[in-house]
């Protein structure tokens, strides 16, 4: 009995290829697994093409809501955001990838898994990891690392060879990863880091310089740190993020350009458009600044760092993850409200939150008086708070001789210096 395995398919030219070599070059049969997270496909043509190009059996497996509730919006509460810029779009498709992956291989009994992410890339350790991570005995097989074929033209001669439908031979000048949380684009003329990217590169987001004059203002609801409506409607979380990618995009919101630090050591430059993602993230960072204490902000942020890094990295399913996870949910108890967005060409800005959970007082903080607030109070807090700098400057003042304290003190240059008496005073 042949052996079996689970390739994750999308019906492009180098998965069609692979699936072919697996069943020819290796002798497996071949179950393809097309996993949807967002990314428009026609599923129909989809599986008729894998049937047709050798798979015994096609699985089309819709994970969008799986994706937006355990994956986009844990991010989201983690405050996670990788070197300062990447809202982790592709990384957080991966691990949810490779568990459904995972899934369909023991429930068909297969023996291995194969996955298209080429030897350069974070995918292949992003699949490889949750594999691992969830079901150690099974065997990957990642041909790009194993073949023969080294390029586009070697891969449209192998499929011309097993008459596999190719369409289009050219190649699109950008490689693209598209799913519910943002598309992607790297490669091309993106390679050169002084070569500044046109629009013609984006596909969700209107150029800012073309946006609308006028500015949009929106309200996004969050409960427990999860968004949940716009402009008080209600919307479920697949529902919620698309219209968001529709308003963020309409604006020219959430278009990055970055070089990014990759986990297997090489710097590579794309251009990421994350609209609905990036109007989400601004409301909850904003919502949390209202409801956060002080050190709980301040450590959440070191944390946040470490998470987007773990994201990235593949280690979804590793036991600190967990840890940071459990964290997270705590901190989130109260991130509950309302959050105004105004977006203006590329732009978005929080302009105003409120939340039954606020730790702002206005009777505190008012400049009028108030009967919650002494503020003799203050003159001891900032005695005690001084007291280390009062100390260390009285042990300087006592190991310096006279004359070096009258130097310091009038070390001013005189040009700069103008004084004034009563004289100077016109009558």
């Known amino acids: 009995m042949k052996k079996k395995v689970v390739l994750a398919y999308s019906g492009g030219l180098d998965t069609s290829v692979i699936l072919k070599w697996l069943q020819v070059?290796?002798?497996?049969?071949?179950?393809?697994?097309?996993?949807?997270?967002?990314?428009?496909?026609?599923?129909?043509?989809?599986w008729k093409k894998a049937l047709g190009t050798g798979a015994s059996k096609v699985y089309i497996v819709d994970v969008k809501e799986t994706f937006a509730k355990d994956y986009l919006f844990n991010g989201?509460?983690?405050?996670?955001?990788?070197?300062?810029?990447?809202l982790l779009g592709t990384a957080y498709a991966r691990p949810l990838i490779a568990k459904i992956l995972v899934d369909i291989a023991i429930a068909e009994g297969a023996q291995a898994i194969s996955h298209g992410a080429t030897g350069k890339g974070n995918d292949q350790v992003r699949f490889e990891a949750g594999i691992k991570a969830l079901a150690p005995e099974l065997e990957i097989i990642a041909p790009w690392r194993m073949w023969s074929l080294k390029s586009r033209e070697d891969c449209i001669?192998?499929?011309?060879?097993?008459?596999?439908?190719?369409?289009?031979?050219?190649?699109?000048?950008?490689?693209?990863d598209e799913n519910l949380w943002h598309i992607s684009h790297e490669g091309g003329n993106l390679e050169d880091p002084w070569?500044?990217?046109?629009p013609d590169v984006y596909k969700w987001c209107v150029s800012p310089e073309h946006a609308p004059d006028v500015p949009k203002e929106i309200v996004l609801a969050f409960e427990k740190g999860v968004p949940v409506a716009i402009d008080g409607v209600l919307m479920n979380p697949v529902d919620l993020i698309s219209k968001l990618n529709q308003i963020g995009g309409a604006h020219g919101v959430g278009i990055i350009d970055i070089v990014e630090n990759r986990l297997v050591g090489m710097k590579s430059r794309g251009v990421y458009e994350t609209p609905g993602g990036t109007l989400?993230?601004?409301?909850?960072?904003?919502?949390?600044?209202?409801?956060?204490?002080?050190?709980?902000m301040g450590f959440k942020k070191m944390m946040s760092q470490k998470y987007a890094e773990m994201v990235y990295d593949g280690q979804w399913f590793s036991p600190l993850k967990k840890a940071l996870d459990a964290f997270i949910e705590a901190t989130q108890e109260n991130v509950t409200g309302e959050v105004k967005l105004k977006l203006y060409k590329g732009s978005c800005q929080a302009i105003a939150t409120k939340s039954p959970y606020s730790l702002y007082n206005e009777q505190f903080v008012t400049f009028g008086e108030d009967e919650v607030y002494n503020?003799?109070?203050?003159e001891g807090f900032i005695n005690l708070f001084t007291l280390?700098?009062?100390?260390?400057?009285?042990?300087?003042?006592?190991?310096?001789?006279?004359?070096?304290?009258?130097?310091?003190?009038?070390?001013?240059?005189?040009?700069?210096?103008?004084?004034y008496g009563l004289e100077d005073v016109a009558v």
Do not use: F, N, W
């Open 25 to 46: 070059e290796k002798d497996y049969e071949v179950i393809a697994a097309c996993i949807d997270v967002g990314q428009k496909e026609d599923y129909e043509a989809v």
């Open 76 to 86: 989201i509460k983690s405050g996670a955001l990788y070197e300062d810029d990447y």
């Open 157 to 176: 001669a192998y499929a011309q060879k097993y008459h596999i439908p190719i369409g289009v031979t050219k190649k699109d000048i950008y490689s693209r």
């Open 195 to 198: 070569h500044a990217h046109t």
């Open 280 to 296: 989400i993230y601004q409301a909850h960072k904003s919502i949390e600044k209202l409801v956060l204490d002080r050190q709980t």
């Open 375 to 378: 503020q003799k109070d203050a």
């Open 388 to 419: 280390p700098l009062k100390i260390k400057a009285i042990m300087e003042m006592d190991q310096k001789s006279e004359g070096d304290q009258i130097s310091e003190i009038y070390a001013l240059e005189p040009s700069k210096v103008k004084t």
